[in-house]
């Protein structure tokens, strides 16, 4: 702790003044065009932040809301800092890439706020689930509105925190209304206490406009999180006396008397006059403080309004995590006494090697505990790192990707193992929002090495919520990275890779490929990013294929070639990043592309690929680019349907045929 | 184009006709062409097929293509000669039942003012490069857009004899091209010197002769060659001087883990390499079976890219046309060649001053010296040299 006390009620005065002071700074320069964004303040509910964050140290982990400046101040943010980000200044706190709704400061513990309503709650649980790994005394806290207790990242984000006993406070900021909605009016029980009873955590509820009470609530809540007693939910009554952000009407809700009435209740206002008449400080002491932030905020404004603007050029910087140094990676070439795996097993060697090496890492799914996994994942790796790493978990697919997001922007490794990634998609929000633009939000000083994997692909008769591709939807988002194996040797070294890097991947694995056995070199090795594989030379045309297309233009090839058809088989391996050079490489010598790619042919990676090589391998094209897709279609459940619409060898040969003949 | 000048048939009546081969000759607007059968069957040319010079509508039937015991429709006859039937993109199907009229194709340019030219990215740049106009080329593939290979096939042949300026132009090959390519490459990213030095073999061509001699008694399979020894030794050799097979890549040396060593084939076209597999751990009959094979196959021009691939060293023997040392050119990636010179009989000086008639033959080792320094290559001939005169040491 500092030497200043931040409990005392002199120090709790002089945060919420803190607050106060920027904020009607910030207001005055909205109106003065300083501000190129949204500004939304927390003015009337500073004690909120300013009782909880007196109880955290520096590394504790705050994610917050789009109503975030306190939190960031009272979190120890310099007030310059924040001013400058608004402003939009090189010098902000995210560098001028975020704003109001985007502040980040990982260095004292301020993990960002959000411009989305609600994963703020799974991102605190998270962090307490990092601690829980790390066996370190941090302590997660989440800042909402009543508004995000509609939502499911609430009810999650609780369910999870009691069921692990994770050290999270959740504080619930309940000004009444969402935006224009009085919460009464959306809520079948208007008590977030009540609600956080309902789902098991231990609820509190208080004035969140009493400085006092919130500190001292806090003060327990915060012990009991560090002795591992679990989560708390803090449900703080206040109310917002500015409108719901700068610049927005706000009597078509609530009327005049009333912003006045709760005006009355300022908790500057009351702490200063209990300060005052249980002699806690004197007049003279209270105006030096008045005085000294006033000062403060009026250097906070100088600073920022003389701060550069941010390079245009560094515009696409931070999307990514530094790449690895040194020479790309490859697995050792595979000689024939190499012995022979399961694509199954491969990723498990994967998975239990790195495991074994980094206690950072841990598993979350379902059925992944104990059980080892749908796909025999995880199998005997429970018994070797027990509940904690290797973790059994609701079924709230997205509860635990935004934990799971969470968790890595606070140091651990976490593993979402989604058994199909058709229920990936009930977190998308969170994949894209959050996980995918986190790194580049922080200019980053945040790194998010999350591994997201699944089974992909039709067959089996799985039918369509158990069948999609799905890999050309994330690599179209900036922050993500795309895998999409064909073989046991590459899913290994690409896995070890993804286990070991520092952003965000999407690992598909496809279904049909899971009992494929194929060489994978006894000795380690990792398979970087970004290289494709040229899975057979040939010289007459180019195929692309990614996952089981590989596996079925390779069956196609052989009768292919005593027509005397000789095809160059490359599989990109990663989708993103996509190795194109390689794919112009070969097309600069057979002048024929041909992509084969289950997934659909529109808006998909097969049309990224075709564009990239129209726009960069033109003159080297002796034939239009051809593609073989899947159907647009759902998945369908009879085999005479479900073979109808995937490309086969057969298939897959005659597209061959037909545009080497053009 | 709507009409042509027939010129020749390319096939005789009754010739069995594939898919692809020039089954005739026309002229058309700008340029000769040969047109590929674009089905296959046995040709047969009726009396009322056109005379070398006549003009041929499109659509005319020139032939037919008949399946195994089919016959040429009986309504021919020399009246309806220019019986044309409308222009078909194709000729018909060998499978259909009736005999596939053979009729003068439709070029994707049918009426050439209002159709724009269609040619791949690819056709266009070779087009260019070659500076001949695209108009002139027949296009060739299923959807009458003209590809590169359109192109090539289009290019005036150089006539051969013909003087010009001085000099007389040959055609440049395809693989001449190929190996011009590799040759300049090789110069261009390589710092080559070359060691000579030379050795007894006597006991080498003793031993081959030996063999030579048991042959059938011991049921040899073949009888290896002098070059076929060598490629044994070599292999031998570098067992102890990997470095003479490493290639050079920009951030490390890559050492072979297999010794496939390759052998320069002169053939009747130009100089080819294919490649002798696991050299080192092939018996002599092996190695002298799989030479066998690749020689007959290079010079029958018909290796396979992947015959050619993977050596990590090679032998050049210019032995057979008298020459004792020359200075051979590395085959990139990789790193050395041997050259092996003629065996030469030499008086060598006995002790007692006495003078002996010894076989002996020059070894020239041009290697890259980016990859290795001269002693390291000075003593990879050494070891070479000793197995040469101590052949027996390469079997324990
Ligand atoms: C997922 C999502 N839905 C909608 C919005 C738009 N939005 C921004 S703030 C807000 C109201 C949030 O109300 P509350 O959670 O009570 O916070 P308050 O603004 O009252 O502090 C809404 C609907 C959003 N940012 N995110
Ligand atoms: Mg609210």
Redesign the pocket.
Known sequence: MTSTDKTSPLELYRTMLVIRMVEERLAKSHQRGLIPGAC?TYVG?EAIATGVCAHLDTEDAVFS???GHGHALAKGMDPGELVAELYARETGCSRGRGGSMHLFSPEIGMMGTS????PCILQAAGAGYSSLVTKSRRVGVAF??????N?GAFFEGLNMATIWKLPVLFVC???Q???E?P?STVAGNDSVAGRGAACGIRSVELDGNDVLAVEAAARQAVARARNGEGPTLLECKTY?TRP?AEGMGDFTYRTREEVEQWKTKCPLARLKHHLLTHNLASAAEISAVEEAVAAQTEAAHLFAEKSAYPAPETATLHVYSEPRPGPHREAPPSEPGTRELTFMKATWEALSEEMARDPKIFVLGEGIGERGGNFATTTGLFALHGPERVRDTPICERGFVGLAGGAAMTGTRPVVDFMFADFVLDAV?EIINQIAKMQYMSSGRIKMPVVLRGCIGIGHSAATHHSGSYYSMYAHFPGLRVVVPSTPRDAKGLLKTALTGNDPVLFLEHRELMTLKGPVPEEEYYIDFGKAAVVRAGTDVTVVALALMVQKTLQACEPLATEGISVELIDPRTVSPLDVETILQSVAKTGRLLIVDEDFAHCGVSSEIAAQLADRGFDDLDAPIRRLNGKPSPTPYSPTLEAAVVPNPESIAHAIRALCAE | MEEGKFLSWLKNDGDFVQEGEPLFALESDKAAQEVESIDRGILRIPITTPRPGDIVKVGQVLGYLLAEGETAPATESPAPALAATPPPQKAAATSAPTPAPIALPTPAKASATEMPLRASPRARRAAAQHGIELATVPPGGSTGRIRERDVLSALPEVEPGIAKDGFTKLPVTPLRRTIAARLMHSRQTTVPVTLTTRCEADTLLGFRKQLKAEAETAHLAIVPSLNDLLVKLTAAALKSHRMLAATWSDDALLLPETTHLGIAVDTPTGLVVPVIRNADTSTLTEIALQSQKLIAAARAGQLAGSDMQGACFTLSNLGSFGIEAFTPVINPPESAILGIGTVVREAVPLEGGSFAARQRLTLSLTFDHRVNDGAAAARFLQTLTHLIEHPLLALV
Request: aromatic letters at 12%.
């Open positions: 939304h509910q809301t789009h109503r411009g989305i309503v609600a909402f509105g009543d508004g995000a207790t939502n900021e309940n000004n209304f969402a935006t909605v919460f917002r719901h929000g």
